[in-house]
Structure formats: C-alpha cells, structure tokens
C-alpha cells in the first residue's frame, strides 16, 4: 500500500507522488483551462518571458490549511512545508502543527522550512554596520524578507504574518507533541528524500520534527 505524504503549501513545486496542497486562487484557476489561459497570457504579456514563472499544475489540492487538514488521524507518513508557515498568524500556524502531528503516523516525520529570523537580523546589523546612515536599503530590505511591506504592498498572500527563529519554532512543535526535533542544514535530513526537497538554502531554518 502507497504511503501517503503531504507537501503543505507546495505552490509551483509539486512532489511526484505526493498530495500537493495549496490555498493560492492561482491553483483555482489551473484546473478552469480557459481562465487559466487568460491569466497566462496577462501574466506573460506583463513580463519578459525569460522572467515568466512556470504555470501552476491542476494537480494541486485546493485547501485553507488553517481549516483543519482534511485527513484521518495518523494516516500520513511524511509531511514537507517549505516557507508556508510565515504566512499564518502564530495562532493559525499553531493549529496548522497540531493537525500536523495529529495526521502523521507514530514514527511519521515532518520536514519543516522557514524563513530565519536570526539571518534577516544579523544581515541587517552587518549591512547597517557597513553602510551607517548613507543608505536607506538595508532597513527596506530587512522589512521586505521578514513581512513584505516593502516590494509587496498590494499582493496580501505575499505578507509574513509572523517569523521564527530556532527557539520559537521548536518551542510550538513541542507544544504540539512532537519527541524529537533535530535543527538541520540545507539538503541535510533524517530522511533522505525530505532532504532533496530543499531549494532555498541560505535564509531558511530546517527543523526535522519526529512524532
């Protein structure tokens, strides 16, 4: 029997074999094929070609996962998020985990990436060390990675919600129930196959999550 395995958040990155879920009306509009076709044309009228992002699968489950996750208790193997729980309150992205650790199965894994508090903050500092008063960039750029405000103003799905560093992230998994939580590096994984879901390397915090 296949095991089952959830990629939450997965945007334009689908697993082979996985279920991909995705609360973007972009995944709406990929299984309406003449809707979609529009919004290709616009989209790729709006920007070079080169620079035009992929299409969006209509293989992509369309779910609000702060509805709950619609899964049977303990019966999923594995879970990767990657730079999705930022975009939740801390209370939503508090039940997102719970249901999380509810549908995996005892000994189930889960694969969690987000974007680092710590490495925004530190970037920032060294910036601000090296340019002092002379430049406004390092202040724009750190409020654009940590909620979007600068480059993202009229796009709401863009916004962070809320960030995590190390101890915040781990305190809410325990919080939820998980034993073991272990800080990995980039493609560095209890699991070998999570580990090669890995694309953003140098501002993420890779936490594996052991039920």
């Not at 409020?143 to 190390?166: E, F, P, Q, S």
């Not at 305190?171 to 990995?184: I, K």
């Amino acid at each position: 029997m296949r095991q089952a395995k959830l990629n939450l958040g997965c945007g334009r990155n689908l697993i082979e074999g996985w279920i991909n879920v995705d609360n973007s009306p972009s995944a709406v509009l990929a299984k309406l094929p003449l809707l979609h076709t529009i919004a290709q044309r616009l989209q790729s009228g709006q920007a070079d070609s080169k620079q035009a992002p992929p299409p969006w699968s209509n293989d992509i489950i369309f779910h609000d996962v702060t509805r709950g996750l619609p899964y049977s208790t303990r019966s999923i193997e594995k879970i990767y998020s990657s730079h999705m729980l930022e975009h939740l309150g801390r209370e939503e992205g508090e039940a997102v985990i719970r249901e999380c650790f509810r549908v995996l199965k005892a000994g189930g894994i889960m694969r969690l990436v987000v974007p680092d508090l710590v490495f925004h903050t530190r970037r920032y500092l060294e910036r601000v060390a090296q340019t002092g008063d002379t430049d406004r960039g390092p202040h724009d750029d750190f409020l654009h990675n940590i909620y979007g405000a600068y480059l993202n103003r009229r796009r709401k799905g863009a916004y962070h919600r809320y960030m995590y560093d190390r101890p915040t992230l781990c305190t809410l998994l325990r919080g939820a129930g998980f034993r073991q939580l272990v800080q990995q590096t980039y493609q560095v994984s209890l699991d070998s196959e999570l580990a090669q879901l890995d694309s953003r390397p140098h501002e993420s915090l890779h936490i594996d999550a052991l039920k």
